[in-house]
């Protein structure tokens, strides 16, 4: 059977986008719907997660939409690693996982359906150093999530930005995942569906 590799390449893209939208749309419907509360709540939240005491002064980021903190300065009384039997090639990364677990409660080392991965450290050996991780649900990207951490040359946390999906939208994803295998079969069954139905299948 002979397939057309741009028409296999838009299927699975089409499929892979498919899992994106799924994450999307749990983590809409995991964050709160601020129709049932009074706009006293509402304004009440928002000052407790903008106005929490940190180590800057300055005020965190709250976006009220997604009912998420996307930009967060580290607080007065933020709690450190100890790193003191830690290889220097391993302290960065031991670090970043540390404040990681305290501000999101995802691990690089610890499994699950939901995974943050760390994608890369920037450390010019002067200046802030930072970590970048992106977020998998049973192995596959989540696009559009990722979190930063930011620390100084002694491995303190100075801020962080973004946010993860949570918890009940991976479960969502993961569903759906199993549901796409138990659909559509084996994988050569697939294609010759998606091919028969787009009216492209060439057979020899």
């Given at each position: 059977?002979?397939?057309?590799?741009?028409?296999?390449?838009t299927?699975?893209?089409?499929?892979?986008?498919?899992?994106?939208?799924?994450?999307?749309?749990?983590?809409?419907?995991?964050?709160?719907?601020?129709?049932?509360f009074?706009?006293?709540?509402?304004?009440k939240?928002?000052?407790?997660?903008?106005?929490?005491?940190?180590?800057s002064?300055m005020?965190?980021?709250?976006?009220?939409q997604?009912?998420?903190?996307?930009?967060?300065?580290?607080g007065?009384?933020?709690?450190?690693?100890?790193?003191?039997a830690?290889s220097?090639?391993n302290?960065?990364?031991?670090?970043a996982?540390y404040?990681?677990?305290?501000l999101?409660?995802?691990?690089?080392?610890?499994?699950?359906?939901?995974q943050?991965?760390?994608?890369?450290?920037?450390?010019?050996?002067?200046?802030?150093?930072i970590?970048k991780y992106?977020?998998?649900?049973?192995?596959?990207?989540?696009?559009?999530?990722?979190?930063n951490?930011?620390?100084?040359?002694?491995?303190n946390?100075?801020?962080?930005?973004?946010?993860?999906?949570?918890?009940r939208?991976a479960?969502?994803?993961?569903?759906?995942?199993k549901?796409?295998?138990?659909?559509?079969?084996?994988?050569s069954e697939?294609?010759?569906?998606a091919?028969?139905a787009?009216?492209e299948?060439?057979?020899?």
């Open positions: 059977m002979n397939f057309n590799k741009t028409a296999i390449a299927v699975i893209g089409t499929a892979l986008a498919g899992v994106t939208l799924s994450a999307t749309s749990g983590d809409l419907k995991a964050a709160p719907n601020y129709k049932s009074d706009n006293a709540q509402v304004i939240k928002q000052n407790q997660q903008i106005n929490v005491a940190t180590a002064g005020s965190n980021q709250y976006d009220a997604l009912g998420k903190t996307t930009f967060r300065w580290a007065k009384s933020q709690s450190v690693p100890s790193l003191g830690v220097l090639e302290k960065v990364s031991h670090a996982d404040y990681l677990g305290k999101t409660g995802f691990s690089s080392s610890k499994g699950g359906v939901a943050s991965v760390l994608v890369n450290t920037h450390d010019l050996g002067r200046g802030s150093i970590a992106k977020q998998e649900v049973s192995g596959v990207e989540i696009f559009n999530r990722e979190f951490i930011m620390m100084d040359r002694e491995f946390l100075v801020a962080s930005s973004g946010y993860f999906t949570s918890q939208a479960t969502t994803v993961t569903s759906a995942i549901d796409i295998e138990g659909a559509f079969g084996d994988a697939s294609i010759s569906a091919f028969g787009m009216g299948i060439r057979t020899l």
